[in-house]
């Protein structure tokens, strides 16, 4: 079965690390070819040709979005896939379009999909219009967490819609990263509280530098990532003469090599599908605190139910936070039980094996 991953490629989140490690595996399997059509060049393109997979690219700085769908459906149309394989929102649209009037072979990943007071009107359009759309063009549906699984199903059709999370991914050595504390100029002692995920509103940043403004203890905060709210952000640490205790290191190639050298990894979302972040730093051990949001409470099961607190309560995240650091001991023990439990859940095997499922339907093969 020949399997078209089709995304933008222009950022490096959640949503890209799980298409690489989906790739990865399906490469692996004899029954799968596996190709990536990308809108951009950039991050996502160099990891999944390091994985020898075949990468082709219709740059969407050349073409208008009419442009863009002609060049993909006549791509798609030599490609001959048996399914296409969408993961945003744009390209969902894209491949909604390119495929018709084909009713079959396409299948769609929500990797997050934020409630609708979040949302914009416009972007409710945008969403929800290219997951309509999808479900006219007979499209099946991924849906990262039981939270969201949910809310799709009410709207989509439970029959369309199945859960399938994230996996877990290894833990690999990573060459070439620095350390951090010395990095910074930081004692080798001191505590850091690590942020990774994109600078944007709905991830929290902005909650992560208000709890960093107003700890008191002697812990160092360091963002891991870029976006639309990075300049106010380091205005703000400028402003505040808070630059001594919060750094911003930008987007890196691989965050595992820094969150393993996090004494905790903070997760102030307003909104997540099935966070990536928190998968990686169980594969490191390394303690969470984290709003309950979206799928983040069935990610942290196995973890003290502490670490999980009510969406906004901005002042009781930096009091667990605190509580945490003051046990690094304890701490460390019971991120080792909870990462235990969440390699026995969300293993990649049984991750690819559901994918492997809804492949054949969506291809309308037995399977």
């Known amino acids: 079965m020949k399997i078209v991953h089709l995304a933008s490629g222009d950022a ?9 490690l989906l790739v990865e595996g399906l490469l692996a399997q004899q029954e799968f070819l596996v190709e990536a059509l990308l809108f ?10 390091a994985l020898g997979a075949r990468v082709h690219v219709i740059a969407e700085a050349e073409h208008s979005f009419p442009g863009l769908t ?12 048996d399914v296409v394989h969408a993961h945003r929102y ?3 649209w894209t491949a909604v379009l390119a495929l018709a009037p084909r009713r079959k072979g396409l299948v769609v990943t929500v990797h997050g999909l934020e409630p609708r007071v979040q949302l914009t009107r416009s972007q409710q359009f945008r969403v929800w219009g290219s997951l309509l759309a999808a479900r006219f063009a007979g499209a099946r ?3 990262v967490s039981r939270e969201l699984a949910q809310r799709l199903q009410r709207r989509l059709g439970a029959g369309s819609v199945a859960n399938i999370p994230n996996p877990m991914p290894a833990v690999r050595n990573v060459a070439d990263v620095p350390d951090l504390r010395g990095h910074l100029g930081w004692s080798p002692s001191r505590p850091v509280v690590g942020y990774v995920g994109r600078l944007e509103p709905v991830k929290g940043p902005d909650h992560f530098v208000e709890v960093a403004a107003h700890y008191r203890g002697e812990a160092g905060f360091v963002l891991i990532g870029t976006g639309s709210v990075e300049r106010d952000l ?11 205790r919060i750094a911003f290191m930008g987007q890196v190639p691989e965050a595992t090599g820094y969150l393993r050298q996090f004494d905790l990894l903070a997760l102030p979302s307003r909104h997540e599908g099935f966070p990536m972040v928190l998968l990686e730093a169980a594969a490191c051990e390394v303690p969470v605190v984290a709003f309950d949001v979206g799928g983040v409470r069935e990610v942290l099961e196995g973890a003290p139910p502490t670490w999980l607190i009510e969406s906004g309560q901005v002042d009781k995240f930096g009091e667990t936070m605190a509580k945490v650091l003051r046990n690094p001991a304890q701490s460390r023990i019971a991120a080792a039980h909870w990462a235990s439990s969440v390699r026995a859940r969300f293993s990649r095997a049984a991750v690819l094996t559901a994918y492997g499922s809804v492949y054949s339907a969506a291809a309308g093969k037995k399977g």
């Not at 380091?234 to 505040?240: E, H, I, L, P, T």
């Open 12 to 20: 490096w989140g959640g949503a890209e690390r799980v298409l690489v």
């Open 40 to 49: 951009n060049e950039g991050q996502l393109a160099e990891a999944l040709r």
């Open 70 to 81: 002609v060049a993909t459906r006549r791509w798609l149309a030599d490609a001959r896939a």
């Open 90 to 92: 744009k390209e969902i």
């Open 141 to 143: 549906f991924v849906a």
């Open 234 to 244: 380091r205005g703000r640490v400028a402003a505040q003469g808070l630059s001594d």
